[in-house]
């Protein structure tokens, strides 16, 4: 009885498990256009760009994720581009999210925030933690 009950266990252990280590992590060339894909609309997208994010393993999936999950992640109006941000001086303080290197600052009209959903940001809780 002990025995079925380990082999139970084990077969729904690798179901649950082998869609995470089966996915294969983002190349570097492929980690902007990752990023990028937060900007859908659709929450089940989100998510599973979110998880590809932290299976990365880029050095700056931790910061995005952060930037994303306390209303710091934005995109440019006009470019699209995807940048992280903090309050400074008169309007933004801009940071490249794949190296991590300062952009300089920029009105805060130019850009439109990432936006994320309790739903979201308990999934990228868990993906941090």
Same mark, same amino acid.
């Given at each position: 009885?002990?025995?079925?009950?380990?082999?139970?266990?084990?077969?729904?252990?690798?179901?649950?498990?082998?869609?995470?280590?089966?996915?294969?992590?983002?190349? /570097?060339?492929?980690?902007?256009? %990752?990023?990028?894909? *937060?900007?859908?609309?659709?929450? !089940?997208? @989100? &998510?599973?760009?979110? +998880?590809?994010?932290?299976?990365?393993?880029?050095?700056?999936?931790? /910061?995005?994720?952060?930037?994303? %999950?306390?209303?710091? *992640?934005?995109?440019?109006?006009? !470019?699209? @581009? &995807?940048?992280?941000? +903090?309050?400074?001086?008169?309007?933004?303080?801009?940071?490249?999210?794949?190296?991590?290197?300062?952009?300089?600052?920029?009105?805060?009209?130019?850009?439109?925030?990432?936006?994320?959903?309790?739903?979201? +940001?308990?999934?990228?809780?868990?993906?941090?933690?």
């Amino acid at each position: 009885m002990q025995r079925l009950f380990f082999f139970h266990f084990l077969i729904l252990a690798l179901a649950f498990c082998t869609p995470l280590v089966g996915t294969p992590a983002a190349t /570097a060339a492929e980690f902007p256009d %990752l990023v990028q894909q *937060l900007k859908e609309r659709s929450t !089940s997208k @989100k &998510i599973k760009t979110a +998880r590809a994010i932290a299976r990365s393993g880029h050095k700056q999936s931790a /910061a995005i994720l952060e930037a994303w %999950l306390h209303g710091r *992640l934005f995109k440019n109006k006009k !470019s699209g @581009k &995807i940048v992280i941000t +903090r309050k400074g001086g008169e309007g933004l303080l801009l940071t490249d999210p794949y190296t991590g290197a300062a952009l300089g600052t920029s009105p805060k009209n130019r850009y439109k925030k990432i936006r994320i959903n309790n739903r979201l +940001r308990g999934i990228v809780r868990t993906l941090l933690g």
